[in-house]
């Protein structure tokens, strides 16, 4: 099992800044990768951005340039900075761990889901 906590959401207006965190406790040590995904009322959950154990990120085409995902391994905790918010980034903001559980299988962890609301 994996817990997922998160914070840093909350109200900005258009061109703002906000960081996420999220912070895994429990079976960390199979965890491969994390990320974070987003959901706008009436829409399907998307992809925000992954980081691997190895450092490795990804991100949505919608968020590049603006958008950086970091780790800290010490403290089991992926962040997500977003600069120059757009009112299109309104969405609940999800963390994700995924797990390796062998070849061909791995295994989503959620976490609550946190408000990003900007306003124009």
């Known amino acids: 099992q994996v817990q997922l906590v998160e914070s840093g959401g909350g109200l900005v207006q258009a061109g703002g800044s906000l960081r996420l965190s999220c912070a895994a406790s429990g079976s960390i040590f199979n965890i491969n990768a994390m990320g974070w995904y987003r959901q706008a009322p009436g829409k399907q959950r998307e992809l925000v951005a992954t980081?691997?154990?190895?450092?490795?990120?990804n991100y949505a085409d919608s968020v590049k340039g603006r958008v950086t995902i970091s780790r800290d391994n010490a403290k089991n905790t992926v962040y997500l900075q977003m600069n120059s918010l757009k009112p299109e980034d309104t969405a609940v903001y999800y963390c994700?761990?995924?797990?390796?559980?062998?070849?061909?299988?791995?295994?989503?962890?959620w976490g609550q889901g946190t408000q990003v609301t900007v306003s124009s």
């Open positions: 994700n761990a995924r797990l390796y559980i062998r070849l061909g299988v791995t295994l989503d962890y």
């Open positions: 980081i691997t154990t190895g450092g490795s990120t």
